[in-house]
């Protein structure tokens, strides 16, 4: 059955495809990220019948016109024939009906339409600087077939173009080019993202990470810092009563789990509970506070902690590395970084001041 619908979808895709004209022209993609990172063309097949692949190098074949040929099935495997603008012929495999394929080299395909708008915005971009630092020029742009662009400057930062506007307003007020520079340093080092949330606010996040104890920073459209930790639980069963963090026989102890609030952002989910077949996870977000801050910035970077997680029905204990460690300590960090330029968050001072009278 599932090789007549295999077939079908053949039948269908020649109705898809018309004749060779005009229309089927493409231009091998010289933008993308593969291709910059590896400087080649990879899985031009040219034989399909043996299987026989090759890479084609950029430096011969970047930006070069094909022309769509015709669509057959070989070894249960969908491939395209396409001839290229110096008369070579080569094979595209986009899909197999018995087993995954390593790679879908269609997505080097651009149509020339498209490949035009995509140079007239490279060349835009490449002439972007971040603010505050004059020095730092673009030094290279990717983009894929889906117009996901991603810009990297001379001092290595990596930004997608979707949130590269919002990036360098940010900058701008970032007047002290030395803490601008440590900020990136930063983002580099833990593959911060740099996007835009919930109702266009900033945020550095550390998504990267598997860390069970996780930092994000949001920034409000009214320039206030709001640092907010999340916790991940992963285990068999649910409904965590409280955490601790532990190291060297010192700890910090959470409230009750159920007791987390995010008073004033009602977009900010601050509990979730997700089942897969294999475990249960809970994530809990709280407001970074003087408690947890402190402790984050006493724990040695040079070991490694634990996080225990007390539930109803099983307590469970998960690593955090002593990467993980350098991670928090960074994001604490950017978070100082930023409140020198920028208001922290009233609901986040509140609940420091919340935490000083209970010590009291």
């Given amino acids: 059955m599932k090789r007549t619908i295999f077939y079908l979808a053949l039948m269908l895709l020649s109705n898809f ?75 595209l495999k986009e899909q197999c009906f018995s087993k995954e394929i390593e790679f879908n080299g269609l997505k080097y395909l651009i149509r020339p ?44 930062l990596q930004i997608q173009k979707e949130y590269l506007n919002d990036f360098l307003n940010l900058s701008k007020k970032i007047t002290n080019p030395d803490d601008l520079k440590l900020l990136i340093h930063y ?20 998504d990267n990470s598997t860390s069970p104890l996780k930092i994000d920073i949001f920034i409000s459209t009214n320039l206030e810092v709001a640092p907010v930790v999340d916790i991940t639980y992963k285990g068999t069963k649910a409904l965590i009563k409280k955490f601790t963090i532990n190291q060297n026989k010192a700890t910090y102890s959470s409230i009750n789990t159920r007791f987390y609030t995010i008073n004033s952002n009602k977009e900010l989910t601050i509990y979730e509970l997700l089942f897969t077949k294999q475990e249960v996870i809970e994530k809990y977000r709280f407001y970074l506070d003087k408690k947890i801050t402190d402790y984050i910035k006493w724990l040695n970077d040079k070991k490694s902690a634990k996080i225990v997680f007390y539930g109803d029905l099983q307590d469970v204990s998960q ?42």
Avoid: W
């Avoid at 915005?121 to 983009?143: A, F, R, S």
């Avoid at 460690?325 to 978070?335: C, F, P, R, T």
């Fill in 187 to 206: 983002m580099k080092k833990h593959q911060l993202s740099f996007t835009t949330g919930y109702d266009n606010r900033y945020l550095f996040s550390m």
């Fill in 113 to 156: 339409d498209q490949y035009s708008e995509i140079e007239k915005n490279v060349q835009d971009l490449k002439k972007i600087k971040i603010p505050n630092l004059n020095d730092v020029v673009v030094k290279t742009v990717t983009v894929t077939k889906d117009n996901i662009y991603e810009v990297t400057f001379s001092n290595g």
């Fill in 319 to 360: 690593k955090i590395t002593r990467k993980n460690i350098v991670q928090l300590k960074d994001m604490i960090n950017i978070n100082e970084l930023l409140t020198k330029y920028f208001k922290r968050s009233l609901v986040s001072l509140e609940k420091d001041k919340d935490e000083e009278e209970d010590d009291d």
């Fill in 17 to 91: 495809i018309p004749s060779t004209s005009l229309a089927d022209e493409f231009i091998l993609n010289k933008y993308d990220p593969n291709v910059i990172k590896t400087g080649e063309y990879s899985h031009f097949y040219t034989d399909p019948l043996t299987d026989t692949k090759i890479s084609l190098p950029a430096n011969k074949y970047s930006a070069m016109k094909v022309v769509f040929l015709d669509s057959f099935v070989a070894n249960d495997c969908l491939f395209h024939k396409f001839n290229l603008e110096n008369g070579e012929i080569f094979y």
